[in-house]
């Protein structure tokens, strides 16, 4: 396979998870007892330009379920996170009644319902038909279609080019990189910004955060790559920042290469040189990170027989996509961990895709008073920890998987947030 940025032949292996369902297929009680079908997930890297990505998959269109029921509204942590975004950007690039703001994954609107408080003109671009509508009754304009150049294009020939343009938490989504990243640089003012919002690839590594690799995360990105996919497809970094979302993100601002309106920010610099210390550019640091996974699996079968062994209850909260790659990676099923809770209730009563744990919802955790609660997605166990603090009535505990196996407390996690804030 060859490189979909750079087209340079790939030659390493960065991680080989095996395979599993995508993470997103949901099971209803009747599938279950048809056949499933499982994919190998492995994530090469491209030596020449540092884009991980994931191995192209034969049949990839059939992966992605239409019911993809991931919601941004569901955590208040995300809410706050756009609300400061919208704030932030809107005073720094002096964003009014006659700017327009685009948000390219629009979700359900949970970000730009702030633009739109503010009377700032805002259009949504969303595929997914329940996030669209959700949108919609929010008062915001979706276009549902899949972004990229050409619709670009279409929209910009309408008059719709835009001054800010978001892309949070997408671009590690998008199969066709480029074409993607081009159809910013079209649909943008000569003077506008674009923002894009992804996981850094160096936390990942760092921290072990393996649980986000999976089939709908096509790209795992440094600011060296994306560099180079901006510049390639008429579009120039022109400042970056660290945002504490999914484990440490950047977020990276975007002008059109052709006007360099924005000048550069010494950020820039500094960030990739961060990333060359840190061995980014070095092929030994990719190519360490696979044993390091052995180690949270063994850790978190060991403590789940052992739980098991003494009759002590674990359940999990929070059915997601980490979930999924830790729980099918680990070979985790019910009898080690009875169900997984999640907040959004159309994923109640449906089972998790492999391990085919059953999804309930929050009474199940008050009634069967389990001793402990594993949290999978760590990126929000704060969030977690207060909503279930009840279980400290039964003398219940929380744990995390990532990067080691522990148990948490609010004291700790008090100092653990002020830590992962200076880290991040
Ligand atoms: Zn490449």
């Given at each position: 396979?060859?490189?979909?940025?750079c087209h340079h032949e790939l030659t390493h292996t960065f991680v080989d998870l095996g395979s599993c369902p995508p993470s997103n297929a949901y099971l209803d009680e009747k599938s279950l007892y048809g056949p499933e079908t499982w994919y190998p997930l492995k994530v090469l890297l491209c030596d020449k330009c540092w884009l991980v990505q994931t191995q192209?998959?034969?049949?990839?269109?059939?992966?992605?379920?239409?019911?993809?029921?991931?919601?941004?509204?569901?955590?208040?942590?995300?809410?706050?996170?756009?609300?400061?975004?919208?704030?932030?950007?809107?005073?720094?690039?002096?964003?009014?009644?006659?700017?327009?703001?685009?948000?390219?994954?629009?979700?359900?609107?949970?970000?730009?319902?702030?633009?739109?408080?503010?009377?700032?003109?805002?259009?949504?671009?969303?595929?997914?038909?329940?996030?669209?509508?959700?949108?919609?009754?929010?008062?915001?304009?979706?276009?549902?279609?899949?972004?990229?150049?050409?619709?670009?294009?279409?929209?910009?020939?309408?008059?719709?080019?835009?001054?800010?343009?978001?892309?949070?938490?997408?671009?590690?989504?998008?199969?066709?990189?480029?074409?993607?990243?081009?159809?910013?640089?079209?649909?943008?003012?000569?003077?506008?910004?674009?923002?894009?919002?992804?996981?850094?690839?160096?936390?990942?590594?760092?921290?072990?955060?393996?649980?986000?690799?999976?089939?709908?995360?096509?790209?795992?990105?440094?600011?060296?790559?994306?560099?180079?996919?901006?510049?390639?497809?008429?579009?120039?970094?022109?400042?970056?920042?660290?945002?504490?979302?999914?484990?440490?993100?950047?977020?990276?601002?975007?002008?059109?290469?052709?006007?360099?309106?924005?000048?550069?920010?010494?950020?820039?610099a500094s960030f990739l040189s961060r990333e060359k210390d840190a061995g980014m550019l070095d092929t030994a640091v990719y190519l360490g990170f696979h044993k390091e996974l052995q180690k949270i699996k063994d850790d978190l079968l060991m403590f789940l027989i052992?739980?098991?062994?003494?009759?002590?209850?674990?359940?999990?909260?929070?059915?997601?996509?980490?979930?999924?790659?830790?729980?099918?990676?680990?070979?985790?099923?019910?009898?080690?961990?009875?169900?997984?809770?999640?907040?959004?209730?159309?994923?109640?009563?449906?089972?998790?895709?492999?391990?085919?744990?059953?999804?309930?919802?929050?009474?199940?955790?008050?009634?069967?008073?389990?001793?402990?609660?594993?949290?999978?997605?760590?990126?929000?166990?704060?969030?977690?920890?207060?909503?279930?603090?009840?279980?400290?009535?039964?003398?219940?505990?929380?744990?995390?998987?990532?990067?080691?196996?522990?148990?948490?407390?609010?004291?700790?996690?008090?100092?653990?947030?002020?830590?992962?804030?200076?880290?991040?």
């Open positions: 396979m060859n490189c979909r940025h192209d998959i034969v049949h990839a269109d059939a992966m992605f379920s239409a019911d993809y029921a991931y919601l941004s509204s569901y955590s208040s942590t995300m809410l706050r996170h756009a609300e400061d975004y919208v704030s932030h950007v809107s005073a720094r690039f002096g964003l009014g009644p006659t700017s327009r703001v685009i948000e390219v994954a629009s979700n359900d609107g949970y970000l730009l319902q702030y633009v739109q408080q503010r009377g700032i003109p805002c259009l949504g671009i969303e595929p997914t038909h329940v996030a669209a509508n959700i949108s919609r009754g929010k008062g915001i304009e979706v276009i549902e279609e899949f972004f990229g150049a050409s619709l670009a294009n279409e929209l910009s020939a309408r008059g719709l080019q835009a001054d800010l343009m978001a892309g949070n938490n997408v671009l590690a989504h998008v199969p066709d990189i480029n074409d993607f990243v081009k159809g910013f640089a079209i649909l943008l003012k000569p003077n506008g910004v674009v923002t894009f919002e992804f996981p850094h690839l160096m936390n990942l590594i760092r921290n072990k955060l393996f649980d986000m690799i999976y089939h709908e995360h096509f790209s795992y990105l440094s600011l060296h790559a994306v560099q180079s996919v901006f510049r390639s497809n008429g579009l120039e970094v022109f400042d970056v920042e660290e945002v504490s979302t999914h484990g440490g993100s950047l977020r990276v601002y975007g002008q059109r290469s052709d006007v360099m309106h924005h000048p550069i920010t010494t950020n820039v052992e739980q098991k062994r003494s009759g002590k209850n674990v359940v999990a909260y929070g059915a997601a996509a980490k979930g999924n790659t830790l729980l099918n990676f680990a070979g985790v099923r019910r009898d080690y961990l009875a169900y997984v809770v999640d907040r959004n209730p159309e994923k109640a009563g449906k089972f998790m895709p492999g391990n085919h744990i059953p999804i309930v919802d929050e009474e199940n955790i008050r009634n069967s008073r389990p001793e402990y609660v594993l949290i999978l997605p760590w990126n929000l166990k704060s969030e977690i920890m207060q909503q279930l603090d009840y279980i400290r009535d039964w003398g219940g505990k929380f744990m995390v998987a990532i990067p080691r196996l522990e148990s948490l407390s609010f004291r700790e996690l008090g100092q653990r947030t002020e830590q992962d804030a200076a880290i991040f």
